[in-house]
């Protein structure tokens, strides 16, 4: 990589956050990239990984070639947080990214065997029939969730991993499990992992190869090379490492702006006067080396792992759209079917409600008409709330598909097809029950049940639809809530009950974009 750089605009006024940095990094190597908190240590290795949306200055390259619409399937991310589906086990979250990333015709029994030799190698064999787990059902630890993130990355033969501290949150000891995993990894493998990390003790800074130490203030490299020459780098300035302090503690303390004793802008222009131009040499002759295309270093990353390289297609997502349209449904079902609770929920709430409110107009088809036409709104009605409850699903699982995709497992369009026909069965199938036992309970003739339905089913799938976009872009469930109440509210209000078009007010335009209004 080479003079990767970040800047934001502030004010009207552009403030650097990431000074230009290059480096190579080499097939194999445990690279760490160290530094205090807003140095651009998350910001350098999202421009790595290719993850940066925002606009940056730079260029990385592959073998000495700009990385292309392939880079994704040579490369994972394994981010802060573990984002791992809770109902598959350890096994199937393996297999669906083995089936995703690995082309050709495998049987069963050889993906099974891919997918306990990945699990081996990252010593958590032993739970690979467990179920995942989150906060509401008991699964596998912290640091179990981590080398199984780490392992969805290996099985589809990724050559490079990117990770965004892959200890954060562990215990001193599942930290040093996670970082020998990945240094077996690297070694038995030759994948380059290259790792933000923050203080690691001794034993787990002994296990990398190469550092990027960076400052803040903005962001700018103080020391770049091997981890075992750093101490002595400092030492050679005038600053040894105390014997009785980890070097890493020391490392990040002389080089933090505002701490005790701190250095930052002296080790940032060392860097400029001493390593900057062996950097710079060590990129140029990086470039100028033979060079293999990342198709070429696909094919024989297939042939490591012992797969067959005939079948590999030079395409940015490995499967075709039937296998991930298919893969991707039987995980939803999967995971739908082994969430009773969510399911007990859903449905119970839905006769619930038909129930309560069916009581309210027990036997309306006797009454006045306009009463009967009030028990029309409130069918319409029920369907537009019931929709609320879709919200949060879609916004927790919005991060793990981004991410997914991002990697090259799936396209936009079929993950696209399978939420939509996945969340839409249930969603419909739940305000359907509603709707019969309202229906049931009003005493109407069942000859008209259909008609209504279908209105009913019509003003539902556009309010869905809309909620769906709303999922998309708000940043969190509580934003998506109080985007989406005002579009609620006027569906509701104008609806040609309500508010009429004989209605006087200027707004009554907004029954003409009121799905309820067109229902009733």
């Known amino acids: 990589f080479k003079d990767l750089t970040f800047s934001i605009l502030r004010e009207g006024v552009e403030k650097l956050i990431l000074s230009p940095c290059s480096g190579v990094f080499e097939p194999g190597e445990m690279c760490a990239i160290m530094g205090p908190s807003g140095c651009g240590k998350t910001t350098l290795l999202d421009m790595l990984a290719g993850k940066k949306t925002a606009q940056y200055s ?51 029994a050889d993906r099974d065997a891919a997918v306990s030799d990945c699990l081996s190698l990252l010593g958590i064999d032993t739970i690979q029939n467990e179920l995942i787990g989150d906060e509401h059902e008991r699964g596998i630890s912290g640091g179990q969730k981590r080398r199984l993130t780490l392992a969805r990355g290996l099985i589809g033969g990724s050559q490079i991993v990117f990770a965004d501290e892959p200890t954060s949150g562990l215990s001193s000891t599942d930290a040093e499990t996670v970082v020998r995993a990945m240094c077996v990894a690297a070694k038995k493998l030759g994948v380059l992992f290259v790792t933000v990390i923050h203080q690691p003790r001794a034993e787990v800074a002994n296990m990398f190869d190469t550092l990027l130490l960076l400052t803040s203030s903005p962001g700018r490299m103080v020391y770049n090379g091997p981890f075992d020459g750093a101490a002595k780098y400092f030492a050679k300035a005038g600053y040894p490492a105390p014997n009785t302090c ?46 293999k295309t990342a198709f070429e270093v696909l094919k024989n990353a297939y042939a490591t792992q012992g797969f067959a390289t005939s079948a590999l297609h030079e395409t940015p997502i490995a499967a075709t759209f039937s296998n991930q349209f298919y893969t991707l449904l039987s995980r939803e079902l ?14 119970g709430t839905a006769m619930m409600q038909g129930i309560i409110v069916g009581c309210a107009f027990y036997n309306i088809a006797s009454r006045e008409p306009i009463l009967q036409l009030s028990f029309m709104f409130m069918i319409l009605q029920m369907g537009t709330i019931a929709n609320m409850a879709i919200l949060p699903k879609l916004i927790n699982s919005r991060f793990v598909y981004k991410l997914e995709i991002s990697d090259g497992l799936f ?67 509580d934003t998506a809530l109080q985007t989406a109440m005002p ?26 974009v009121s799905p309820m209004a067109w229902a009733m």
């Open 58 to 108: 730079g260029e990385v390259f592959l073998n000495g070639l700009p990385r292309d619409t392939l880079f994704p399937r040579l490369t994972s991310y394994v981010p802060q947080s573990d984002t791992l589906p809770a109902y598959l086990t350890v096994g199937e979250a393996l297999k669906f990214v083995h089936q995703l990333r690995v082309e050709g015709n495998m049987t069963e």
């Open 246 to 291: 980890n070097p890493a503690d020391f490392l990040l303390d002389i080089i933090t702006p505002g701490a005790f004793g701190e250095q930052s802008n002296y080790f940032a222009q060392r860097y400029v006067d001493v390593q900057h131009q062996d950097v710079e040499a060590r990129v140029a002759a990086a470039l100028s080396a033979p060079k």
């Open 411 to 477: 396209g936009e369009v079929a993950c696209t097809c399978v939420n939509a026909l996945v969340n839409n069965t249930l969603a419909i199938s739940g305000n359907f029950l509603t709707t019969f036992i309202l229906f049931a309970f009003s005493c109407m003739p069942w000859k008209h049940f259909g008609t209504l339905y279908l209105w009913s089913l019509l003003s539902f799938c556009v309010v869905t639809s809309y909620l769906r976009v709303i999922a998309q872009i708000a940043r969190s469930g």
């Open 487 to 512: 579009f609620l509210l006027g569906t509701i209000l104008f609806n040609n009950f309500f508010i009429s078009r004989a209605s006087g007010t200027f707004l009554k335009f907004l029954i003409y």
């Open 334 to 347: 999967t995971m739908t079917k082994r969430n009773k609770s969510a399911l007990r929920v859903r449905y």
